[in-house]
T-cell receptor, first 114, second 112 residues
Framework: SQTIHQWPATLVQPVGSPLSLECTVEGTSNPNLYWYRQAAGRGLQLLFYSVGIGQISSEVPQNLSASRPQDRQFILSSKKLLLSDSGFYLC?????????????FGQGTRLTVV | GNSVTQMEGPVTLSEEAFLTINCTYTATGYPSLFWYVQYPGEGLQLLLKATKADDKGSNKGFEATYRKETTSFHLEKGSVQVSDSAVYFCALTHWTNNDMRFGAGTRLTVKP
């Protein structure tokens, strides 16, 4: 069966420090991968999605970037964190073009920028 | 583009009350529709889904019917429990553009 791993679960980082959040998927190949951010008390904002290795689509301009170095690995990064980057980050995978499957989520990373 | 609009919360109910959370969508063609639930500090879990018009998704006493004529997918439960307290998200996927869109989420609190 498919599983998705996301780490770390919680992270406290100072303003201006770098960020790297990792997400890996097992049990499926060539998944679509997504990064979402959930600010406190708010809904899910789609940040990036990827349909294949090295293919990244950005939904909104921001202080973050994403990379997909391997088929089942998706990384969210920042060179210098801002206070406004605090939030709950969720990685997800879903079916690709031609399918309307549901999304499967990791457990999330709670990021607090101080 | 595709989008989902759901009823704003928070919603507070007493145990055994009837629940409705409204959800409407905008999309071309035939998306699949979903309800997800998020318990505190966790990721989202699929609650139910419907993949074509007039389909009814159901799980754990929750139901939602895919209404293409009103572009809606309202979530209902006849008798809520304290353990149903969570945030509920309406969502759609559309195969033509790898899109996965979520509503803003509705926080439900059920009091004993």
């Amino acid at each position: 069966s498919q599983t998705i791993h996301q780490w770390p679960a919680t992270l406290v980082q100072p303003v201006g420090s770098p960020l790297s959040l990792e997400c890996t998927v097992e049990g499926t190949s060539n998944p679509n991968l997504y990064w979402y951010r959930q600010a406190a008390g708010r809904g899910l904002q789609l940040l990036f999605y990827s349909v294949g290795i090295g293919q990244i689509s950005s939904e909104v301009p921001q202080n973050l970037s994403a990379s997909r170095p391997q088929d089942r690995q998706f990384i969210l990064s920042s060179k210098k964190l801002l206070l406004s980057d605090s939030g709950f980050y969720l990685c997800a995978w879903g079916g690709g073009t031609g399918t309307n499957t549901e999304a499967f989520f990791g457990q999330g990373t709670r990021l607090t920028v101080v | 583009g595709n989008s989902v609009t759901q009823m704003e919360g928070p919603v507070t109910l007493s145990e055994e009350a009837f629940l409705t959370i409204n959800c409407t969508y905008t999309a071309t063609g035939y998306p699949s529709l979903f309800w997800y639930v998020q318990y505190p500090g966790e990721g989202l879990q699929l609650l139910l889904k419907a993949t074509k018009a007039d389909d009814k998704g159901s799980n754990k006493g929750f139901e939602a019917t895919y209404r293409k004529e009103t572009t809606s997918f309202h979530l209902e439960k006849g008798s809520v429990q304290v353990s149903d307290s969570a945030v509920y998200f309406c969502a759609l996927t559309h195969w033509t553009n790898n899109d996965m869109r979520f509503g803003a989420g509705t926080r439900l609190t059920v009091k004993p």
